[in-house]
């Protein structure tokens, strides 16, 4: 079939085509000299990687390769069809069996001996085995198989179809795969699998063969400039040198993200569009805030994450500082680490990088922001001269938090972070009329920095435009807390951090959470010099 050439660009959807897409070597990528080795030793392995990281792009170059190479049999395939299955074995066995045997045909041009019959039998717990057995005994080269997608199937099918895997491994190579690749977010030896009898059991105790997990990682700082330069080569567009430390704080390499802003900047931005603009850190600024807002696929499935119990507890822990009531199961942290939205960084656990930084608070507000729109709207806030009035929207704030915040955080279960992400809430509707918040925040390091980015006046260039910028920095007292200690700390971050972040205003905001205190007690305003700062103190 004949298909037009066409320029390449940066993908966003799916995994990388070399032919279509601006790509770094795959192979490179997944280290193929020790997957390699490791299929030569006759492996059966675990590859894993959060969502949208490059781990179907590598395995899809991977089998061309081998097969190119000749000494191996490869086939690729996507179990994710069976997910629907649940514990129905025979039915998920049967449609995984239907995708392998039309992956040999369309790969190798091979077919499956009596797969009929096989079939026939209606024998889930033992059909995947059989039909690898009578595709192996037939050919000579040893098949090297993978299966992408593995931890989309669930219960009773995933069981099934890793003792299926486990006995094929005693067989090898001459009546089962010579090596098995498992791909998928987690590493499947992690695994709590339900069964359909009530059991829960690990994926290591039905995976039982010494196996090694590789885990794909994301893009180093030259990769991603090694990337953007492809586009610089293909057009002559070039980016300007000092976009990079950004586009590293809002990605750290996460690959999709990487591609996500470059789309953005040099196709979704008219400005960009034009190749003889040089891409600028403003644009890269605001193809940021455009990719956050557009609520791009990718963005939306981590959102949908939120859902999950365990995710929410974790995040919402973050959200709040060190100021949780029950700690997050190690356990549960190391789940939203696989899934790529918390790293690991000085012994703290932060959200992973500056994109998800400003997503995943927006998500955990969200019903919060739908149900605020009867308050006032950001005309309100902003000044002749187009600054916003922080003093006055803080004032409101601690008159809606008064008034609302039993019944609020009570209707949306937020149990850790409700004032955080209540207060969030109500700046995001401000924010949403053309400013950023940068956010930080990492469990364990006992507050929130929230820094308001707003330019100012609208309506005339950017280059005419001053940029006011707030720093909010939340602290909560709860039961066995000093309220001395909380503000002389409080104080005391709150100038150092002014000072790091250029701060124009700086605002101290400590939400007393404490049982039995009255409102008249808990709400006050009022400032206090420290080093070169005024600092507004604000009770809640
Ligand atoms: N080798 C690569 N070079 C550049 N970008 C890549 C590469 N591999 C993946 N990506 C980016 O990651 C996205 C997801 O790739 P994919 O292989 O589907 O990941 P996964 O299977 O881990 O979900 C792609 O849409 C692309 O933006
Ligand atoms: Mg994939």
Redesign the pocket.
Known sequence: MYAPKIDKFF??????IPEDH???D?LR?IDYDEVRVLINQKRYFVLH?P???????SLLAMVKRINDEGIYNCVYVNVESAQTARNDVTTGVKTILSRLESAIKRILALSIPDIESIRNKDEGGSMLIEALESFCARHDKPLVLFFDEIDSLVGDTLVSVLRQLRDAYTNRPRFAPISVILCGVRDIRDYRIHRSDGEIITGGSCFNIKAKSLRLGDFSKSDVRE?YLQHTEATGQTFEDDIYQKVWELTRGQ??LV?ALANQATWEMLGGRNRNNSITLDIMEEAANQLIISRATHLDQLADKLKEPRVRSVLEAVIAGDNWTVKPLQDDIEYVIDLGLLRNEDSDYIISNGVYREVLPRELSWVMQVGMTSQPKQLRYVEQDGKINIKRLLREFQQFFRENSESWLERFDYKEAGFQLLLQAFLQRIVNGGGTINREYALGRGRVDLLIRWRYPKNVARENQTEQRVLLELKTIIEKKSIDRVLSEGLEQTERYAGQSNSTEVHLIICDERRGKKWNEKIYERSEKVGDFEINIWGI
Request: avoid cysteine; hydrophobic fraction near 25%; charge should be positive.
């Open positions: 993908n966003t959807a799916g995994p990388g601006y790509l770094l795959p990528r990687a969502r949208q990281t490059g781990k179907t792009t990337l690959p999709w591609n």
